[in-house]
């Protein structure tokens, strides 16, 4: 498969650029919605909108072993299903700060298992952009985080095992990438509909009340144009952002492309000066590293 010099770069900074857009508009909601459900509902509409996209494009369905369809499926269970609601969880518990600071450990994770897994050594430039790109973003996302009297482990474990399943994800996703000629819209499905599954099979089982409540449902649309706002953060978010992380992982390494989507807080940050929020020297700086970083990747 041929492609453009960087293109797996650079969708990965279009994902995190991307994810940042979606970020403000799901804050613009203001739904109180329980965080397991909201992951349920914007998986669903997000498996229908790539379901209608494959069917317009008329691309047929990937020839892959058994052992691939599982792989696939199951970096979507890890990464999406598992990840993402500790992620939620450790959020509620320590904050993002604390969450982002741990989650820092993903791309050197990533990069770690794609070298015992799958064989992707990276080279001392990439690590150091790695390394580089990560120090920028936790300068940036630790400076107003609280102090605390004492540590939350519970909310730090979860924190850190979102940061696995993560790595694991993305390691598991890429190695069927590359060892098949799947397009990244037909992986971007079959990652996420195997985590709404997962989603629909467990939480009726463990909080039906979460999903036959019409309370959790009419939330979603009690700030004005709700459902309008929340279907345009999931096309942009869920729908794309995981289109163009599937891209990445075919294009680039695992841990590159981890590390590039983890600079969405520093475009969030971009997109609050344009709304005239004040930016601190501090985050300045830490987004001049952060770019120093990323410019590793592209030398």
């Known amino acids: 498969m041929t492609s453009a010099p960087f293109a797996g770069e650079i969708a990965a900074l279009a994902a995190a650029f991307i994810w940042a857009v979606a970020t403000m508009i799901y804050a613009r909601t203001g739904n109180q919605s329980p965080a397991l459900f909201l992951n349920l509902v914007k998986g669903t509409i997000a ?41 939620f969880s450790a959020i509620k518990r320590v904050g993002p700060s604390q969450t982002l600071l741990v989650e820092s450990l993903a791309p050197p994770l990533t990069g770690v298992l794609a070298l015992c897994f799958l064989h992707e050594a990276i080279g001392f430039w990439a690590w150091a952009g790695i390394f580089l790109t990560m120090s920028g973003i936790l300068w940036v996302v630790t400076e107003h985080q609280p102090q605390q009297k004492s540590l939350n482990l519970p909310g730090l474990g979860f924190a850190a095992l979102a940061a696995l399943c993560q790595a694991t994800g993305m390691v598991m996703s890429r190695q069927v990438m590359v060892t098949s000629g799947i397009t990244p819209l037909w992986a971007a499905l079959i990652r996420l509909a195997a985590a709404s599954l997962v989603l629909w099979t467990v939480l009726p089982l463990l909080k039906p009340e979460v999903v036959l409540r019409r309370a ?20 942009l978010g869920t729908f794309l952002g995981i289109w163009l992380q599937q891209a990445a992982l075919k294009l680039t390494g695992a841990a590159i492309a981890q590390t590039l989507i983890s600079v969405s807080p520093l475009f969030a940050l971009g997109l609050a000066v344009l709304f005239g929020h004040k930016v601190s020297r501090r985050s300045v700086i830490g987004a001049l590293v952060t770019l120093a970083g990323v410019a590793l990747f592209f030398r």
């Open 47 to 87: 498996v229908a909108m790539l379901s209608l996209t494959v069917l317009i494009l008329g691309e047929t369905c990937p020839d892959l072993t058994v052992s691939q369809w599982l792989w696939l499926a199951g970096s979507g269970i890890v990464g999406i299903s598992i990840g993402d609601s500790a992620y």
């Open 216 to 235: 959790c449902w009419r939330s979603i649309g009690t700030a004005r144009n709700g459902w309008t706002f929340f279907t345009l953060a999931v096309f």
